[in-house]
Protein backbone atom coordinates (compact mmCIF):
# COMPACT_ATOMS: atom_id res chain seq x y z
CA UNK A 1 0.00 0.00 0.00
CA UNK A 2 0.88 3.52 -0.94
CA UNK A 3 1.98 5.83 2.49
CA UNK A 4 -1.47 7.81 1.13
CA UNK A 5 -3.70 5.10 1.66
CA UNK A 6 -2.07 3.41 4.59
CA UNK A 7 -2.41 6.95 6.62
CA UNK A 8 -5.93 7.93 5.41
CA UNK A 9 -8.62 7.37 7.12
CA UNK A 10 -11.71 4.90 6.50
CA UNK A 11 -15.07 6.62 6.01
CA UNK A 12 -17.66 3.96 6.72
CA UNK A 13 -21.61 4.22 5.84
CA UNK A 14 -22.89 6.95 8.14
CA UNK A 15 -25.74 4.30 8.93
CA UNK A 16 -23.18 1.60 9.79
CA UNK A 17 -21.29 3.81 11.90
CA UNK A 18 -24.38 5.03 14.09
CA UNK A 19 -25.42 0.97 14.25
CA UNK A 20 -21.54 0.48 15.60
CA UNK A 21 -21.31 3.02 18.16
CA UNK A 22 -24.82 2.57 19.66
CA UNK A 23 -23.90 -1.36 20.10
CA UNK A 24 -20.31 -0.89 21.14
CA UNK A 25 -21.05 2.72 23.25
CA UNK A 26 -24.08 1.01 25.16
CA UNK A 27 -22.02 -2.19 25.62
CA UNK A 28 -19.02 -0.66 27.07
CA UNK A 29 -21.34 1.51 29.62
CA UNK A 30 -23.12 -1.74 30.91
CA UNK A 31 -19.85 -3.52 31.12
CA UNK A 32 -18.79 -0.45 33.54
CA UNK A 33 -22.35 0.34 35.29
CA UNK A 34 -21.45 -1.41 38.22
CA UNK A 35 -18.23 0.44 39.23
CA UNK A 36 -20.57 3.32 37.84
CA UNK A 37 -22.67 2.24 40.80
CA UNK A 38 -20.39 2.44 43.45
CA UNK A 39 -19.27 5.69 42.10
CA UNK A 40 -22.22 7.31 42.20
CA UNK A 41 -22.89 6.07 46.01
CA UNK A 42 -19.71 7.44 47.00
CA UNK A 43 -20.17 10.77 45.52
CA UNK A 44 -23.87 11.06 46.85
CA UNK A 45 -23.72 9.43 50.19
CA UNK A 46 -25.19 11.72 52.85
CA UNK A 47 -24.42 10.27 55.88
CA UNK A 48 -21.37 11.11 57.99
CA UNK A 49 -18.80 9.31 58.24
CA UNK A 50 -19.53 7.78 54.58
CA UNK A 51 -20.65 4.23 54.64
CA UNK A 52 -18.89 3.89 50.88
CA UNK A 53 -15.09 3.94 51.46
CA UNK A 54 -12.57 2.26 49.15
CA UNK A 55 -13.93 0.39 45.90
CA UNK A 56 -13.05 -2.89 47.10
CA UNK A 57 -15.57 -2.25 50.16
CA UNK A 58 -18.11 -0.69 48.45
CA UNK A 59 -18.75 -3.28 45.78
CA UNK A 60 -19.04 -5.96 48.84
CA UNK A 61 -21.55 -3.68 50.82
CA UNK A 62 -23.36 -3.28 47.71
CA UNK A 63 -23.62 -6.45 46.16
CA UNK A 64 -23.65 -8.57 50.03
CA UNK A 65 -26.61 -6.01 51.03
CA UNK A 66 -28.89 -5.02 47.95
CA UNK A 67 -27.96 -8.33 45.23
CA UNK A 68 -26.27 -7.74 41.82
CA UNK A 69 -29.61 -6.54 39.76
CA UNK A 70 -30.58 -4.07 42.06
CA UNK A 71 -27.66 -3.25 43.33
CA UNK A 72 -25.05 -3.04 41.23
CA UNK A 73 -26.65 -3.05 38.57
CA UNK A 74 -29.73 -0.74 40.05
CA UNK A 75 -30.55 1.99 36.78
CA UNK A 76 -29.35 -0.41 34.02
CA UNK A 77 -32.62 0.11 32.30
CA UNK A 78 -32.39 3.95 31.73
CA UNK A 79 -29.01 3.29 31.36
CA UNK A 80 -29.30 1.57 28.26
CA UNK A 81 -32.25 3.56 27.17
CA UNK A 82 -30.12 6.70 27.13
CA UNK A 83 -26.91 4.79 25.49
CA UNK A 84 -27.81 3.17 22.83
CA UNK A 85 -29.60 6.22 21.24
CA UNK A 86 -26.89 8.84 23.00
CA UNK A 87 -24.41 6.71 21.05
CA UNK A 88 -26.03 6.59 17.67
CA UNK A 89 -26.70 10.24 17.72
CA UNK A 90 -23.13 11.70 18.73
CA UNK A 91 -21.66 8.75 16.42
CA UNK A 92 -23.60 9.66 13.36
CA UNK A 93 -22.84 13.62 14.22
CA UNK A 94 -19.14 12.98 14.40
CA UNK A 95 -18.94 11.04 11.37
CA UNK A 96 -20.68 13.21 9.38
CA UNK A 97 -19.62 16.48 10.16
CA UNK A 98 -15.79 15.81 10.40
CA UNK A 99 -16.35 14.84 6.54
CA UNK A 100 -17.87 17.85 6.07
CA UNK A 101 -14.62 19.85 7.80
CA UNK A 102 -12.39 18.40 6.16
CA UNK A 103 -14.25 18.40 2.73
CA UNK A 104 -14.23 22.24 3.43
CA UNK A 105 -10.88 22.39 4.19
CA UNK A 106 -10.65 22.16 7.68
CA UNK A 107 -7.49 21.43 8.96
CA UNK A 108 -7.90 17.52 10.28
CA UNK A 109 -7.38 17.79 14.12
CA UNK A 110 -8.96 21.07 13.79
CA UNK A 111 -12.12 19.12 12.26
CA UNK A 112 -12.03 15.93 14.76
CA UNK A 113 -11.85 18.29 17.62
CA UNK A 114 -15.27 20.05 16.81
CA UNK A 115 -16.56 17.06 15.23
CA UNK A 116 -16.40 15.24 18.61
CA UNK A 117 -17.68 18.30 20.59
CA UNK A 118 -20.65 18.60 18.10
CA UNK A 119 -21.25 14.84 18.27
CA UNK A 120 -21.30 14.85 22.31
CA UNK A 121 -23.67 18.20 21.98
CA UNK A 122 -26.07 16.52 19.82
CA UNK A 123 -26.27 13.01 22.36
CA UNK A 124 -26.28 15.06 25.00
CA UNK A 125 -30.43 15.65 24.50
CA UNK A 126 -30.50 12.36 25.00
CA UNK A 127 -27.82 11.01 27.76
CA UNK A 128 -28.74 13.71 29.91
CA UNK A 129 -32.12 12.43 30.96
CA UNK A 130 -31.70 9.27 30.96
CA UNK A 131 -28.36 9.83 33.53
CA UNK A 132 -30.66 11.56 35.74
CA UNK A 133 -32.49 9.00 36.08
CA UNK A 134 -30.26 6.32 36.36
CA UNK A 135 -27.82 7.92 39.24
CA UNK A 136 -31.01 8.74 40.92
CA UNK A 137 -32.09 4.66 41.08
CA UNK A 138 -28.25 3.59 41.74
CA UNK A 139 -28.42 6.13 44.74
CA UNK A 140 -31.66 4.41 46.10
CA UNK A 141 -30.81 0.77 45.53
CA UNK A 142 -33.60 -1.71 46.32
CA UNK A 143 -37.11 0.31 46.54
CA UNK A 144 -37.50 0.79 50.23
CA UNK A 145 -33.97 -0.25 50.96
CA UNK A 146 -33.34 -0.67 54.24
CA UNK A 147 -29.68 -0.61 54.13
CA UNK A 148 -28.92 3.24 52.87
CA UNK A 149 -31.07 5.95 53.03
CA UNK A 150 -30.62 8.36 49.83
CA UNK A 151 -33.61 10.60 49.60
CA UNK A 152 -34.64 8.95 46.66
CA UNK A 153 -37.00 5.98 46.56
CA UNK A 154 -39.30 4.94 43.46
CA UNK A 155 -40.54 1.26 42.26
CA UNK A 156 -39.11 1.20 38.71
CA UNK A 157 -38.13 3.48 35.98
CA UNK A 158 -41.22 4.03 34.82
CA UNK A 159 -42.09 5.34 38.09
CA UNK A 160 -38.89 7.14 38.77
CA UNK A 161 -39.73 9.49 35.43
CA UNK A 162 -43.52 10.38 36.50
CA UNK A 163 -42.85 10.78 39.64
CA UNK A 164 -40.01 13.49 38.81
CA UNK A 165 -42.60 15.16 36.36
CA UNK A 166 -45.32 15.45 38.66
CA UNK A 167 -43.38 16.59 41.76
CA UNK A 168 -40.38 18.53 40.49
CA UNK A 169 -41.62 19.52 36.60
CA UNK A 170 -39.73 18.24 33.52
CA UNK A 171 -37.12 20.39 34.11
CA UNK A 172 -35.63 18.46 36.85
CA UNK A 173 -34.54 15.44 34.03
CA UNK A 174 -31.66 18.32 32.92
CA UNK A 175 -29.97 18.76 36.47
CA UNK A 176 -26.10 19.73 35.85
CA UNK A 177 -27.11 19.73 31.99
CA UNK A 178 -24.68 23.12 32.02
CA UNK A 179 -21.88 21.32 34.09
CA UNK A 180 -22.23 18.28 32.47
CA UNK A 181 -21.62 19.86 28.80
CA UNK A 182 -18.52 21.74 30.07
CA UNK A 183 -16.85 18.71 31.26
CA UNK A 184 -18.34 16.30 28.31
CA UNK A 185 -17.57 18.32 25.65
CA UNK A 186 -14.23 18.98 25.99
CA UNK A 187 -13.59 15.28 26.94
CA UNK A 188 -15.09 13.99 23.65
CA UNK A 189 -13.95 16.68 21.47
CA UNK A 190 -10.04 15.84 23.13
CA UNK A 191 -10.73 11.66 22.75
CA UNK A 192 -11.41 11.51 19.19
CA UNK A 193 -9.10 14.00 18.05
CA UNK A 194 -6.20 11.75 20.35
CA UNK A 195 -7.76 8.53 18.74
CA UNK A 196 -8.05 10.10 15.37
CA UNK A 197 -4.04 11.05 15.55
CA UNK A 198 -3.46 7.55 17.33
CA UNK A 199 -4.87 5.39 15.12
CA UNK A 200 -2.90 7.00 11.99
CA UNK A 201 -0.07 6.39 14.22
CA UNK A 202 -0.51 2.90 14.32
CA UNK A 203 -1.67 2.14 10.44
CA UNK A 204 1.83 3.75 9.26
CA UNK A 205 3.93 1.76 11.76
CA UNK A 206 1.60 -1.45 11.13
CA UNK A 207 2.20 -0.31 6.90
CA UNK A 208 -1.66 -1.34 6.65
CA UNK A 209 -4.93 -0.17 7.83
CA UNK A 210 -5.47 -3.26 9.84
CA UNK A 211 -3.60 -2.57 12.73
CA UNK A 212 -4.95 -5.69 14.96
CA UNK A 213 -6.77 -6.03 17.75
CA UNK A 214 -4.16 -5.08 20.60
CA UNK A 215 -3.25 -1.94 18.77
CA UNK A 216 -7.28 -1.05 18.36
CA UNK A 217 -7.80 -1.13 21.80
CA UNK A 218 -4.71 0.46 22.91
CA UNK A 219 -5.41 3.61 20.86
CA UNK A 220 -9.05 3.83 22.24
CA UNK A 221 -8.16 3.30 25.76
CA UNK A 222 -5.17 5.74 25.36
CA UNK A 223 -6.89 8.06 23.92
CA UNK A 224 -9.87 8.10 26.69
CA UNK A 225 -7.20 8.00 29.65
CA UNK A 226 -5.52 11.22 28.30
CA UNK A 227 -8.80 13.25 27.53
CA UNK A 228 -9.64 11.95 31.01
CA UNK A 229 -6.52 13.41 32.68
CA UNK A 230 -6.71 16.88 30.73
CA UNK A 231 -10.16 16.95 31.56
CA UNK A 232 -10.22 16.33 35.41
CA UNK A 233 -10.55 19.88 36.59
CA UNK A 234 -13.79 19.79 35.12
CA UNK A 235 -14.92 16.59 36.04
CA UNK A 236 -14.21 18.11 39.83
CA UNK A 237 -16.18 21.01 39.90
CA UNK A 238 -19.02 19.81 38.11
CA UNK A 239 -18.87 16.90 40.68
CA UNK A 240 -18.02 19.61 43.36
CA UNK A 241 -21.34 21.83 42.11
CA UNK A 242 -23.61 18.51 41.88
CA UNK A 243 -23.02 17.29 45.31
CA UNK A 244 -22.78 20.34 47.20
CA UNK A 245 -25.80 20.44 49.54
CA UNK A 246 -27.87 23.87 48.98
CA UNK A 247 -30.99 24.57 51.19
CA UNK A 248 -34.10 25.76 48.93
CA UNK A 249 -34.75 29.09 49.40
CA UNK A 250 -38.39 28.47 51.51
CA UNK A 251 -35.95 26.51 53.75
CA UNK A 252 -34.05 29.54 54.88
CA UNK A 253 -37.24 31.46 55.10
CA UNK A 254 -39.22 29.01 56.73
CA UNK A 255 -36.82 26.62 58.82
CA UNK A 256 -39.49 24.52 59.75
CA UNK A 257 -40.77 23.75 56.38
CA UNK A 258 -41.32 20.14 55.81
CA UNK A 259 -39.13 19.65 52.25
CA UNK A 260 -40.81 16.61 50.60
CA UNK A 261 -37.72 16.09 48.31
CA UNK A 262 -34.73 16.34 50.84
CA UNK A 263 -32.17 14.64 48.55
CA UNK A 264 -30.92 18.46 47.41
CA UNK A 265 -27.79 17.05 46.00
CA UNK A 266 -27.50 16.95 42.28
CA UNK A 267 -25.42 14.24 41.83
CA UNK A 268 -23.30 13.65 38.93
CA UNK A 269 -25.69 12.96 36.14
CA UNK A 270 -23.14 11.54 33.23
CA UNK A 271 -20.18 8.66 33.26
CA UNK A 272 -17.70 8.90 33.61
CA UNK A 273 -16.65 10.53 37.03
CA UNK A 274 -14.90 9.21 39.69
CA UNK A 275 -13.81 12.15 41.58
CA UNK A 276 -14.89 12.56 45.17
CA UNK A 277 -14.95 15.49 47.41
CA UNK A 278 -12.43 14.74 50.05
CA UNK A 279 -14.29 15.27 53.83
CA UNK A 280 -14.87 18.55 55.10
CA UNK A 281 -14.48 20.20 51.32
CA UNK A 282 -15.26 23.61 51.34
CA UNK A 283 -18.84 24.69 49.62
CA UNK A 284 -18.38 26.44 46.05
CA UNK A 285 -21.44 27.87 47.32
CA UNK A 286 -21.96 29.19 43.35
CA UNK A 287 -23.45 27.79 39.92
CA UNK A 288 -20.15 29.17 38.03
CA UNK A 289 -17.62 26.69 36.44
CA UNK A 290 -14.87 28.96 36.33
CA UNK A 291 -15.66 30.12 39.93
CA UNK A 292 -15.68 27.23 41.08
CA UNK A 293 -12.48 26.31 39.96
CA UNK A 294 -10.76 29.56 41.23
CA UNK A 295 -12.27 28.34 44.51
CA UNK A 296 -11.01 25.02 44.24
CA UNK A 297 -7.45 26.74 42.84
CA UNK A 298 -7.55 28.96 46.03
CA UNK A 299 -8.44 26.83 48.75
CA UNK A 300 -6.13 23.65 47.56
CA UNK A 301 -4.39 24.04 45.36
CA UNK A 302 -3.31 22.51 41.32
CA UNK A 303 -3.58 19.23 43.46
CA UNK A 304 -7.19 20.16 43.94
CA UNK A 305 -7.88 19.79 40.59
CA UNK A 306 -6.66 16.64 40.19
CA UNK A 307 -7.94 15.52 42.75
CA UNK A 308 -9.24 11.54 41.33
CA UNK A 309 -7.48 11.67 38.33
CA UNK A 310 -5.99 8.26 38.69
CA UNK A 311 -9.52 6.59 38.99
CA UNK A 312 -10.78 8.94 36.22
CA UNK A 313 -7.50 7.94 34.15
CA UNK A 314 -8.48 4.18 34.50
CA UNK A 315 -12.15 4.26 34.17
CA UNK A 316 -11.91 6.13 31.13
CA UNK A 317 -8.90 4.10 29.59
CA UNK A 318 -10.93 0.96 29.96
CA UNK A 319 -14.14 2.44 28.62
CA UNK A 320 -12.98 4.18 25.75
CA UNK A 321 -10.87 1.51 24.99
CA UNK A 322 -13.78 -1.61 25.29
CA UNK A 323 -16.19 1.25 23.02
CA UNK A 324 -13.79 1.85 20.18
CA UNK A 325 -12.64 -1.31 20.00
CA UNK A 326 -16.16 -3.04 19.68
CA UNK A 327 -17.25 -0.40 17.49
CA UNK A 328 -14.50 -1.08 14.98
CA UNK A 329 -15.03 -4.89 15.09
CA UNK A 330 -19.09 -3.82 14.47
CA UNK A 331 -18.31 -1.69 11.46
CA UNK A 332 -16.27 -4.05 9.95
CA UNK A 333 -19.02 -6.66 10.27
CA UNK A 334 -21.78 -4.43 8.89
CA UNK A 335 -19.21 -4.17 6.19
CA UNK A 336 -19.34 -7.92 5.18
CA UNK A 337 -22.90 -8.61 6.10
CA UNK A 338 -24.60 -5.50 4.92
CA UNK A 339 -22.46 -4.00 2.19
CA UNK A 340 -23.51 -0.54 1.05
CA UNK A 341 -23.06 1.51 -2.30
CA UNK A 342 -20.01 3.74 -2.41
CA UNK A 343 -21.76 6.82 -2.76
CA UNK A 344 -23.98 6.21 0.53
CA UNK A 345 -20.55 6.30 2.58
CA UNK A 346 -19.35 9.39 1.21
CA UNK A 347 -22.66 11.65 3.18
Known amino acids: MSPD ?28 HSLDTVKTRQQGDPHIPSKYNSLGQSYY ?11 LYGGWVPALGGSFPGTMLFFGTYEWSKRVLIDHGVQQHVSYLAAGFLGDLAASIVYVPSEVLKTRLQLQGRYNNPHFKSGYNYRGTVDAFRTIIQTEGSAA ?48 GAAGGLAGVLTCPLDVVKTRLQTQVNPPASEKTTPHAKDPNPQKRLISTSSPSTHRPKPGAIALETSSVITGLKVIYRTEGVAGWFRGVGPRGLWTFVQSGCMLFLYQQILRQLEIHMPVEEREKQL
Open 173 to 220: LFHGYGATLYRDLPFSALQFMFWEQFHAWARVYKNSREIGSPLELLTG
Open 5 to 32: DVESEARPSIVHAMLAGGIGGSTGDLLM
Open 61 to 71: TIWRQEGFRRG
